[in-house]
């Protein structure tokens, strides 16, 4: 009889195996690739009988799939083992006839064989996705919103050994960028770096994984502020110097003036300061900053400020790496145009 499974976050997923569950199907999908990816990795750690691996692991892809083969492994009986484990990556790969074709693995399933499907943009109205996730365990992985990346450095840090200060955490962030896999490669080098056990700092994770730009940037989205477009182009050219990529540089502006409009909604809903660093998701080491320029800038001027950084990013994406800088001069000469404030 199958049993109905609700989708389930991915450390729920891990629990549940950890605690020695092990479903037949297993669905991982989302467009945030490092989670996704390190899930499988550590699915097929787990799942893969330990007894003649060799015959009992396959791994397929979906852009280059023989579903004949993939049948006769999946129907096929385990060697000196309790069960199979085939391995399908890249799903959103597949076509609609070869989706068709697989429903047979969810409507007669071989209770020897555990099918793990993994993809980035699947198409969960097919009918073999929503089966494996109705039949199965899946795990739907999404980019993490900018104020739940804090709590993942501090829980990925605490894997490694590694215990950090909100400063560290934030010196992180704002060095490594939001991608998780970045994230998790720059978490590694301060663990070599550092030891297990290790107390991270601040100028520690500075010294390790580079330059910490978020001076700059906080002078740079000041200058704007001013409407001071000498001093913008100045201290843009200083963090491109310093081997910022342009559409970091971007990201960093749009970031800061999201969070600049979220602390005029808090200010304005008068909460208590140990709550506003949480809900903007920084340090409270950068609090004053942030609440000061909030104070300072009209509303209108960062909406404002939004609409041109959301064009100057669609711009970007079309350009060639040479036009870069000099869109990025346009777009400081777009934030400064009208006369300073304050």
């Known amino acids: 009889m199958n049993r109905p499974a609700a989708r389930r976050g991915p450390e729920e997923l891990r629990r ?17 690739d490092y989670e996704r990816d390190s899930t499988c990795a550590w699915l097929v750690e787990k799942l893969a009988p330990e007894v003649a691996r060799e015959f009992n692991l396959e791994v397929f892809h979906a852009d280059q799939l023989s579903l004949e083969r993939l049948l006769d492994f ?8 309790s069960h199979r484990l085939a391995v399908l990556k890249g ?7 070869q989706c068709r074709s697989l429903e047979t693995v969810v409507e007669k399933p071989a209770q020897t064989t555990v099918l793990v499907a993994m993809g980035a943009k699947v198409d969960m109205r097919r009918r073999f996705f929503q089966q494996l996730a109705r039949q199965g365990r899946a795990a739907e992985f999404r980019p993490p919103f900018d104020n739940q990346l804090p709590q993942w450095i501090q829980r990925h840090a605490s894997q490694r050994g590694l215990k950090m200060d909100g400063e560290a955490v934030e010196h992180l962030r704002q060095s490594a960028g939001p991608g998780l896999r970045e994230l998790a490669g720059e978490l590694e080098k301060l663990a070599l770096y550092a030891g297990e056990g290790a107390r991270i700092t601040g100028p520690l994770v500075d010294q390790v994984v580079g330059g910490h730009p978020q001076g700059d940037i906080f002078a740079l989205t000041h200058a704007i502020g001013q409407r001071h477009h000498p001093k913008a182009g100045q201290l843009l050219r200083s963090l491109l110097d310093q ?5 970091r540089v971007l990201w960093m502006i ?6 600049l409009l979220k602390a005029q909604e808090l200010l304005r809903r008068r909460l208590p300061r140990e709550e506003l660093a949480g809900e903007l998701g920084i340090s409270s080491f950068f609090l004053d900053q942030y609440l000061d320029q909030a104070r300072r800038c009209p509303p209108a001027q960062l909406w404002e400020g939004m609409g041109a950084l959301l064009w100057a990013d669609d711009q970007l994406k079309s350009k060639a790496h040479r036009q870069e800088e000099a869109l990025l001069e346009l777009l400081l000469w777009r934030l400064c145009a009208s006369p300073k404030v304050g």
Do not use: N, S
């Not at 549940?16 to 999908?29: A, F, K």
């Not at 129907?75 to 083992?81: E, G, K, R």
């Open 16 to 32: 549940e195996v950890e605690g020695g569950g092990r479903g037949l199907y297993y669905l991982l999908y989302g467009e945030e």
């Open 74 to 81: 999946y129907y096929a009986y385990p060697l000196l083992a």
């Open 91 to 97: 799903c959103e790969e597949l076509t609609i006839d």
């Open 243 to 247: 081997g910022e990529e342009p559409g």
């Open 254 to 259: 749009h970031r800061h003036f999201q969070l």
